[in-house]
């Protein structure tokens, strides 16, 4: 702040040794034009920021928390607003629900990140929102950025003032709030567990950011190559802000009407070399990784495991690409497989850096090293399309839980059979809607376990077939020896 007089100016305050002088004549300064500050402004505002949505509907990917008559949209149709803790992974879209909300009930809002502010700050500002609340008799929100990164004191700090309805208190979280946040504040708050974001609520923020020619790139009337749109999606890894801030570049490089393969290439080697330790691209290590593990090749894996430590990737992001990596390309091929990689991840997490790295070591060595099946990712897919197809298939009869004596009337739970009560331990009963009857999703591979799985499969099949054949009920070892 400056104090003028009529003939120029002096520095509001006396400068201190080393101290910075600012000088400002008020004779000299224009106003600055309304339109030129807002393009300035937008021209230095990342898209991603310029993109967060300002209405509900504008909320891609989140439908669980959103869609009528889930829990956020009760809060905001009932017009009542609780502390509420935002757990998921980044550009989940957390910090933007906050904001939103804060501004739908049109309260004060202030917002810290854990990483940069001190619990001193925070308190400051909630003794202010104490005494906000007994002049004019309505809270403030306070908005907790990465708020697993305060201690358990520091958050027990926020107690008095949640209870007594000061603040209202939103903390955003990439963690498991039941191990990072501590239990009598978790009791006091809701918890919002936002998903990471699929190809499709992707694509859609994508084509806002295209059209929008306020806020967004629809001034350059550019279009976007689907196989670019593709690749800019897979980069970004469910993270909203990464695939805007990626697209910002990439139309930048764009010398014609549509943003091509090459573009969203090019952008993505520059985005590494600005964030990356080393200067390699992030999406061509995790990928040389994937498939070195999926070709079995132990020491590539090795390679490209500590290609990716060493430029600087969160280990524990690696971790988790592991253990997507056995259900996905292992599944019951070897089923410890994903034991191991969960147990690796929590000794990384143990342990930290250097030692911790050792553990992802010897998960890479045994992912490689295992039997693989992609069986169980393909079944999963498989029903999923089932689904979308005829998500209404009705529940048969037999297997309804007949909860009153109106359900019990109508046939709930009427010829159920308890396969406990039969010796086989099964029963010829159907449990598949009647129109999908027969239908197999999952079939067994022939390495690891799976071979056992499907001996297993087999032999309940033909004991089913013979009870459906109206035999006689056998002991388990009459249909053959039990797998």
Do not use: C
Request: hydrophobic content about 40%; cysteine-free; glycine content about 8%.
């Amino acid at each position: 702040m400056f104090r003028t007089t009529g003939q120029g100016a002096e520095p509001a305050q006396r400068a201190g040794p080393g101290a910075i002088r600012l000088w400002y004549n008020p004779k000299s300064a224009k106003p600055m034009d309304k339109t030129k500050k807002d393009r300035d402004k937008a021209t230095h505002t990342p898209l991603a920021e310029r993109m967060r949505p300002r209405t509900f509907d504008r909320v891609y990917g989140q439908d669980h928390i959103l869609g009528k008559g889930k829990l956020l949209a009760e809060l905001i149709e009932s017009n009542r607003l609780v502390s509420i803790i935002f757990w998921g992974p980044p550009g989940s879209g957390k910090t933007t629900l906050g904001t939103m909300l804060a501004r739908h009930f049109d309260l004060p809002f202030e917002f810290f990140s854990a990483v940069l502010s001190g619990i001193k700050e925070v308190k400051e500002f909630m003794a202010r929102a104490e005494q906000q609340r007994k002049l004019f008799g309505r809270p403030m929100i306070l908005f907790i950025d990465e708020i697993h990164r305060f201690n358990k004191a520091q958050q027990a700090a926020f107690l008095p003032y949640v209870e007594k309805g000061d603040i209202i208190l939103f903390g955003s979280t990439t963690e498991n709030p039941s191990f990072e946040v501590i239990a009598p504040l978790l009791s006091r708050t809701r918890v919002l567990v936002l998903k990471e974001l699929d190809h499709e609520a992707l694509g859609r923020i994508l084509r806002d950011a295209l059209e929008d020619a306020d806020r967004g790139l629809g001034a350059a009337g550019l279009a976007i190559e689907p196989a670019a749109q593709d690749m800019l999606i897979d980069y970004a890894n469910g993270d909203a802000r990464r695939a805007l801030n990626t697209l910002e570049i990439a139309a930048g490089l764009a010398r014609a009407q549509a943003i091509t393969v090459a573009n969203v290439q090019e952008a993505l080697q520059q985005r590494t070399l600005l964030y990356d330790k080393s200067g390699e691209e992030h999406f061509n290590l995790i990928s040389a990784l994937h498939k070195s593990l999926r070709n079995s090749d132990v020491d590539a894996s090795l390679y490209w495991l500590v290609r990716m430590l060493a430029s600087g990737e969160d280990p524990l992001y690696v971790a988790r690409r592991m253990v997507r990596f056995a259900s996905e390309d292992i599944g019951l091929a070897d089923p410890q497989a994903l034991a191991l990689t969960l147990h690796a991840k929590e000794a990384y997490d143990f342990l930290g850096s250097p030692e911790g790295e050792l553990a992802l070591a010897e998960a890479v060595v045994y992912l490689a090293a295992a039997p693989k099946s992609n069986r169980i990712y393909t079944a999963y897919g498989a029903v999923q399309k089932e689904v979308e197809r005829s998500p209404h298939e009705p529940v048969p009869l037999q297997i309804r839980n007949a909860v009153t004596s109106l359900m019990k009337e109508i046939g709930y739970g009427q010829s159920y059979q308890y396969a406990h009560d039969s010796a086989a331990e099964t029963t010829d009963m159907e449990t598949m809607p009647e129109r999908l009857r027969g239908r197999r999703y999952y079939d067994p591979g022939s390495l690891g376990f799976e071979k056992e799985i499907r001996k297993r499969i087999d032999w309940w099949e033909a004991l089913k077939f013979r009870l459906r054949e109206g035999k006689k009920e056998d002991k388990p070892g009459d249909a053959g020896e039990k797998p």
